[in-house]
C-alpha cells in the first residue's frame, strides 16, 4: 500500500540555521512528489513539486528538495530559516493515473528559536 | 495564479442544524476538487474526490449522505455537513486541481457545533 513517511514529528533549529525535513514514501509507480506548507488555521500552501526531470527541485521561500529514488526520499531543505519558516509541513504522494489523489505524511512541526 | 477560495472561513451552528461550505477556484478551471478533514495537530484525511458534472466518490467511512457534495461547475464545489453534531466539528480544507497533478488548496473553513 501506498504511504509517507515523516520520521520527524517536531524540529526545532536556530534562526540561521539550515534545516533538513525527512520524507519517505512507499509507492510502486513512479511518484508525483509535493511539499506543503501549513501555518496555524490556515490552509496549505505549495512549496515545490517532483514529476519527472532533475531530482534536485527549487521552491518558493527559498526551499528545495530531492528526490533520491534509491532511498525513496524526497527531503526538504533549506540553507538558513528565518522565524517566519516556523508552520507544519507537510509530505505528499501523488498517485498516478486518473484519481489525482494525494497521500499525506503525519506532517512536521517547524519551531525556530530566535 | 492557482487561487482557491473558502467561505465561510468560520461557522458555528446549533447541532442538527446543516452548513453548506463553498470551494471555488479563482483563476483557473478546477476539474477536480477534493475535500479533505483535518483534526487539530493530525494530517489532512481525505473525504471525497468530486469531478465535476458527476458523483462525488467517498472515501471509506465517510457517510455519503452525512457529506454531501455537490461540483456543479469547473469552478465551484460545495460541501454541505447536513445534521451537524459536535462530532463533525472540525477543520475542512477543499483542493482543486485543473488538468496537471498539483493540488491547490483553499485557506480550510473551521466549524464548531454547539
Known amino acids: 500500500a501506498q504511504s509517507v513517511t515523516q520520521p520527524d514529528i517536531h524540529i526545532t533549529v536556530s534562526e540561521g540555521a539550515s534545516l533538513e525535513l525527512r520524507c519517505n514514501y512507499s509507492?510502486?509507480?513512479?511518484?508525483?512528489l509535493f511539499w506543503y506548507v501549513q501555518s496555524p488555521g490556515q490552509g496549505l500552501q505549495l512549496l515545490l513539486k517532483?514529476?519527472?526531470?532533475?531530482?534536485l527541485v527549487q521552491g518558493i521561500k527559498g526551499f528545495e528538495a530531492e528526490f533520491k529514488r534509491s532511498q525513496s526520499s524526497f527531503n526538504l531543505r533549506k540553507p538558513s530559516v528565518h522565524w517566519s519558516d516556523a508552520a507544519e509541513y507537510f509530505c505528499?504522494?501523488?498517485?498516478?493515473?486518473?484519481?489525482?489523489?494525494?497521500?499525506f505524511g503525519q506532517g512536521t512541526t517547524l519551531q525556530v528559536k530566535p | 495564479g492557482a487561487v482557491v477560495s473558502q467561505h465561510p472561513s468560520w461557522v458555528i451552528c446549533k447541532s442538527g442544524t446543516s452548513v453548506k461550505i463553498e470551494c471555488r477556484s479563482l483563476d483557473f478551471q478546477a476539474t477536480t476538487m477534493f475535500w479533505y478533514r483535518q483534526f487539530p495537530k493530525q494530517s489532512l484525511m481525505l473525504m471525497a474526490t468530486s469531478n465535476e458534472g458527476s458523483k462525488a466518490t467517498y472515501e471509506q467511512g465517510v457517510e455519503k449522505d452525512k457529506f454531501l457534495i455537490n461540483h456543479a461547475s469547473l469552478t465551484l464545489s460545495t460541501l454541505t455537513v447536513t445534521s451537524a453534531h459536535p462530532e463533525d466539528s472540525s477543520f475542512y480544507i477543499c483542493s482543486a486541481s485543473g488538468t496537471g497533478e498539483t493540488q491547490y488548496f483553499g485557506p480550510g473553513t473551521r466549524l464548531l457545533v454547539l
Open positions: 509507492y510502486g509507480a513512479t511518484p508525483y
Open positions: 505528499a504522494v501523488g498517485l498516478s493515473g486518473n484519481t489525482g489523489k494525494l497521500i
Open positions: 517532483y514529476f519527472s526531470g532533475d531530482t
